[in-house]
């Protein structure tokens, strides 16, 4: 499979397909201007992205699962067509099944029109046997992923059903940090959020001014379509975080408890991890006609 992927999509010195963790496939980029990153075609999950000059951008668990029917820990997750479980259906696997599908990979390019000769891939997904017993749309999912002096992700749903489809996503992004507890966010000033925490109320909660970490926090902000900034007062760097198609945002940490829960996730992982992530979720689930296109996408960068 590396070799014929190797054949169809390798660019000497920009693009090749490697066996990655696990033996499953990833495609290595590494553009002309010094940018890198790695897709896993399992869950088309981004794991490693660094700009030019920089360090690595996105968080991973070094206790993650590489396997067929596990979803990576870390990197980018793609949660769809649903977030979280779907009502009343604990039965059907938490934040979808792209994460775990196997994608296919489209095509390979270098966008002559970028300054610093950034490189795109595209991988698709569509239904079969599997999805349909899950979700009963038939469907064609396209996720380019550009990688240069930032990260960008785009993720192109298209109902080809008869039927409106209802569809919940998450571009679930871990985020490396130094230190939870030096990290502010800011860019969600003055917005509500439900609060995962707190199944006894239903009540939208209010965050005043920037958010800062001790403690688990697990929140979909609603309304919230701005840019979020990520500062680390530690390595002095912010990663600022815009997006498209979203009107919902999720913050999670996971801080301590949580953490040792996790199998696939250190005790002490949730000290250098952040989650932020580019939803359609709670009220912001969507609902795609037949034959509609609904785009989601996702923009990372580092300001030093
Ligand atoms: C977040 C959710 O987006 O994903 C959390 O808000 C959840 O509630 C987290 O714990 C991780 O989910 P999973 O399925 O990858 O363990």
Same mark, same amino acid.
Not at 262 to 279: K, R
């Given at each position: 499979?590396?070799?014929?992927?190797?054949?169809?999509?390798?660019?000497?010195?920009?693009?090749?397909?490697?066996?990655?963790?696990?033996?499953?496939?990833?495609?290595?980029?590494?553009?002309?201007?010094?940018?890198?990153?790695?897709?896993?075609?399992?869950?088309?999950?981004?794991?490693?992205?660094?700009?030019?000059?920089?360090?690595?951008?996105?968080?991973?668990?070094?206790?993650?699962?590489?396997?067929?029917?596990?979803?990576?820990?870390?990197?980018?997750?793609?949660?769809?067509?649903?977030?979280?479980?779907?009502?009343?259906?604990?039965?059907?696997?938490?934040?979808?099944?792209?994460?775990?599908?196997?994608?296919?990979?489209?095509?390979?390019?270098?966008?002559?029109?970028?300054?610093?000769?950034?490189?795109?891939?595209?991988?698709? *997904?569509?239904?079969?046997?599997?999805?349909?017993?899950?979700?009963?749309?038939?469907?064609?999912?396209?996720?380019?992923?550009?990688?240069?002096?930032?990260?960008?992700?785009?993720?192109?749903?298209?109902?080809?059903?008869?039927?409106?489809?209802?569809?919940?996503?998450?571009?679930?992004?871990?985020?490396?940090?130094?230190?939870?507890?030096?990290?502010?966010?800011?860019?969600?000033?003055?917005?509500?959020?439900?609060?995962?925490?707190?199944?006894?109320?239903?009540?939208?909660?209010?965050?005043?001014?920037?958010?800062?970490?001790?403690?688990?926090?697990?929140?979909?902000?609603?309304?919230?379509?701005?840019?979020?900034?990520?500062?680390?007062?530690?390595?002095?760097?912010?990663?600022?975080?815009?997006?498209?198609?979203?009107?919902?945002?999720?913050?999670?940490?996971?801080?301590?408890?949580?953490?040792?829960?996790?199998?696939?996730?250190?005790?002490?992982?949730?000290?250098?991890?952040?989650?932020?992530?580019?939803?359609?979720?709670?009220?912001?689930?969507?609902?795609?006609?037949?034959?509609?296109?609904?785009? *989601?996408?996702?923009?990372?960068?580092?300001?030093?």
């Amino acid at each position: 499979m590396i070799q014929s992927l190797n054949e169809r999509f390798a660019m000497e010195g920009l693009a090749n397909f490697e066996a990655g963790e696990g033996g499953l496939p990833k495609l290595c980029l590494s553009t002309l201007g010094g940018a890198s990153a790695e897709i896993y075609l399992h869950g088309a999950h981004v794991t490693s992205f660094r700009p030019p000059q920089g360090t690595e951008l996105l968080w991973m668990s070094r206790a993650s699962d590489f396997a067929k029917d596990r979803p990576i820990r870390g990197g980018i997750p793609i949660c769809w067509p649903w977030f979280g479980k779907p009502a009343e259906r604990d039965d059907l696997p938490q934040h979808g099944f792209a994460r775990t599908s196997a994608w296919q990979v489209e095509a390979v390019s270098q966008n002559e029109g970028s300054a610093e000769a950034e490189l795109s891939a595209t991988l698709s *997904l569509q239904h079969n046997e599997d999805s349909l017993s899950l979700w009963p749309h038939e469907f064609d999912l396209q996720y380019q992923v550009s990688v240069g002096n930032q990260l960008s992700v785009e993720l192109r749903f298209t109902n080809n059903s008869d039927q409106p489809a209802s569809v919940g996503t998450a571009i679930h992004t871990y985020f490396d940090v130094a230190n939870i507890e030096s990290v502010q966010v800011s860019g969600l000033d003055g917005r509500r959020y439900v609060d995962q925490l707190d199944a006894s109320s239903s009540d939208l909660k209010l965050t005043e001014g920037e958010i800062t970490f001790g403690e688990e926090v697990d929140r979909i902000y609603v309304d919230s379509e701005d840019e979020v900034t990520i500062r680390d007062a530690v390595l002095n760097k912010r990663i600022l975080v815009s997006k498209s198609g979203s009107r919902s945002t999720v913050v999670w940490n996971p801080w301590i408890a949580k953490s040792q829960r996790m199998a696939d996730f250190p005790d002490d992982g949730y000290q250098t991890m952040l989650c932020v992530e580019t939803t359609n979720a709670a009220d912001d689930v969507r609902r795609v006609m037949p034959g509609e296109t609904h785009v *989601l996408s996702q923009t990372c960068r580092v300001d030093l």
